[in-house]
T-cell receptor, first 113, second 110 residues
């Protein structure tokens, strides 16, 4: 079956530091890959996505590249802000017909001023 | 366009009580989902509905029932609440593999 593995948190950074959150996946077929963000007290919302190999998704200064050869979709940001403090979820949806997406367990990011 | 809405936002139940969590989406999506989120456990799928008129069990369906009332609404019922069902519940819908989440219902069972 499909699976998503992401680094455990919390990740603690100072403002303006570089961020990487690792995500690797196992899937049959050619999944679409997603990063969702959950701010405190809220539901998840889409941060960025990529639908095929070598695609780069980007939004709000965050980027992730769909690497089929390493089955990875690592999230990066060059300079984090306190407002980026949240939980980040990596996820995949299999275009092969399953209606059930697969989520990683989430990585908490804490950014200090 | 309200997206996915959930009611109530907060609820406290006593063990053995029943309640229904309501979810509605105004985006005309076919598929809808119920998840629970517990500390350290990520999201766990309770039930989903691939289309109007169908429902299927997810990873943790025990103690829950669902109804896909129409294309817009997908409710989750706890018939006899237990402390183990204390959690945050999220409803979601899907379009082109992207999930759209509601704001959540925070349920405490004492």
């Amino acid at each position: 079956g499909n699976s998503v593995t992401q680094m455990e948190g919390p990740v603690t950074l100072s403002e303006e530091a570089f961020l990487t959150i690792n995500c690797t996946y196992t899937a049959t077929g050619y999944p679409s890959l997603f990063w969702y963000v959950q701010y405190p007290g809220e539901g998840l919302q889409l941060l960025l996505k990529a639908t095929k190999a070598d695609d780069k998704g980007s939004n709000k200064g965050f980027e992730a590249t769909y690497r089929k050869e390493t089955t990875s979709f690592h999230l990066e940001k060059g300079s984090v802000q306190v407002s980026d403090s949240a939980v980040y979820f990596c996820a995949l949806s299999d275009a092969g017909g399953s209606y059930i997406p697969t989520f990683g367990r989430g990585t908490s990011l804490i950014v200090h001023p | 366009n309200a997206g996915v809405t959930q009611t109530p936002k907060f609820q406290v139940l006593k063990t053995g009580q029943s309640m229904t969590l309501q979810c509605a989406q105004d985006m005309n999506h076919n598929s809808m989902y119920w998840y629970r989120q517990d500390p350290g456990m990520g999201l766990r799928l309770i039930y989903y509905s691939a289309s109007e008129g169908t429902t299927d069990k997810g990873e943790v369906p025990n103690g829950y029932n669902v109804s896909r009332l129409n294309k817009r609404e997908f409710s989750l019922r706890l018939e006899s609440a237990a402390p183990s069902q204390t959690s945050v519940y999220f409803c979601a819908s899907t379009y082109q593999f992207e999930q759209y989440f509601g704001p959540g219902t925070r349920l405490t069972v004492t």
